[in-house]
């Protein structure tokens, strides 16, 4: 029977084990996944700021593209004033206008290309903050579950300590335990009695020697009695005494008379 029990414990408690062990991988796997996402985060948090720094900087040289063209527009209707107003040779005007609107191409061209990249910026900070947004909801939520799983952890931990002491508790040890704190008590409670019937014995001695006396009572009480004789033979001296002055007093008076 103990050997059964002892090994029905031991299968018990390696199961206990593997549960356990089991039971703290996802905790270390759900912690680094976290950390991992942690990095991730902080990557996405700089790849969105550098993006966000071409983005602004493309914007800016767009504007000025869009601010060139517009100037070489704007020459080249001044040069064709000019030519209007006779301040300017028609044909000479004609040319430097052409330049100007040519230039005004090139810078609209330059702005087309830059509008088209910042497009492409600006999409990627989309997904980079959506990215980002889901990286934090999911770092939040993988946070809970790993306070769940050690909370759970927790509750294993200590339900598997109290198991076991259940178990000890009704093997063969803790019986043989109990058997033999009953045989001490029960020993005690003998022992106990032992003297009690030895108290009785002296009571019956003591009874004993008072008769082979010639009383049954107590030393005590026999110097109270005795003491209470003196006292009455004491008492009746003083008033023989008293009595014996009274005649005399009376013969006296009587002789005076």
Known sequence: MASLLERLFKVIQSTLHSIVSRFEDPIKLAEQGVRDLKTDFDNSLKGLAEVKAIAISTKRELEEKKQIA????????????????????????????????????EALQAAAQLKGSLEKYNMMIKQFENKIAKLKEQIKNWENQIKTLKARHTVAVSSKKINQQLVSMSSDSTAGMLEEMKTKISEEEALAEAYGT???????????????LGTSYSPDVQASLAELKAKMLTDKSAESVNVEQDNLAEQKNELEN
């Open 198 to 212: 030895m108290e009785s014995i002296e009571t019956d001695i003591d009874k004993e020697i008072n008769a082979a």
């Open 70 to 105: 517009q100037d070489y527009e704007n020459k080249a209707m001044a040069l064709l004033k000019n030519a209007q107003a006779g301040a300017l040779d028609p044909a000479e005007a004609d040319r430097l206008a052409s330049e100007a609107l040519a230039k005004k191409q």
